[in-house]
């Protein structure tokens, strides 16, 4: 399985602020997710991070407050921006190296608006 | 959309005592997965199942993907403190809409240790 590692693991943001979280594989896969995990509840999928193109997302996720860039296969970045409270949760990177094969995760980043 | 039941939501165990969750759809799926998360961390996979009747194990963990390809199961033989966290179903839908193969997560359930 990749290594996957996410910074930072937490953060505390001042509503109207934007933060940008990184993700790093340690090796070349070919998909790449962003998650969003509200305090106790299970994942949600917010966006494909698509290797040099826009990323494509999820219903009720849209590009300007959530850009994601992609430059490689290795790396990606997901800002969150205009941060209210509601977008206190934990953000988790994923990887699969196929479509409909076994997914990893990051550590998360934990974020706290307030 | 497709769902995911999974029960039970949470759960309190005692040290050496056997635990069983589930998860089940009334959609097929092609893929289940077994998840723990920890507090602070990420989940982390526990077991991938691939075909219907498929079962297996990984240490005290044995997994299932049901015959009808609508649910799944996962047991934890003699648990121990270490077990406590919170354990996610996931799977691919057969037929599913979405855009890049959407992985779906059911709703945890929650290991305690009893007080």
């Known amino acids: 399985s990749a290594v996957i590692s996410q910074k930072p693991s937490r953060d505390i943001c001042q509503r109207g602020t934007s933060l940008t979280i990184q993700c790093q594989v340690d090796?070349?896969?070919?998909?790449m997710f962003w998650y969003r995990q509200q305090p106790g509840q299970s994942l949600t999928l917010i966006a494909t991070?698509?290797?040099?193109?826009?990323?494509?997302?999820e219903s009720g996720f849209v590009i300007d407050k959530f850009p994601i860039s992609r430059p490689n296969l290795t790396f990606s970045t997901l800002t969150v921006s205009n941060m209210s409270p509601e977008d206190s949760s934990i953000y988790l990177c994923?990887?699969?190296?196929?479509?409909?094969?076994?997914?990893?995760f990051g550590q998360g980043t934990r974020l706290t608006v307030v | 959309g497709q769902q995911l039941n999974q029960s039970p939501q949470s759960m309190f165990i005692q040290e050496g005592e056997d635990v069983s969750m589930n998860c089940t759809s009334s959609?097929?799926?092609?893929?289940w997965l077994w998840y723990k998360q920890d507090p602070g961390e990420g989940p982390v996979l526990l077991i991938a199942?691939?075909?219907?009747?498929e079962l297996t194990s990984n240490g005290r963990l044995t997994a299932q993907f049901g015959i009808t390809r609508k649910d799944s199961f996962l047991n934890i033989s003699a648990s121990i403190p270490s077990d406590v966290g919170i354990y996610f179903c996931?799977?691919?839908?057969?037929?599913?809409?979405?855009?890049?193969?959407?992985?779906?997560f059911g709703k945890g359930t929650k290991l305690s240790v009893k007080p």
């Open positions: 994923s990887v699969r190296t196929g479509l409909r094969t076994e997914a990893f």
């Open positions: 090796s070349q896969v070919t998909m």
């Open positions: 991070a698509n290797q040099g193109s826009e990323a494509t997302y």
């Open positions: 959609s097929i799926f092609n893929t």
């Open positions: 199942l691939y075909k219907a009747g």
């Open positions: 996931a799977g691919f839908p057969m037929n599913y809409g979405g855009s890049q193969g959407n992985l779906i």
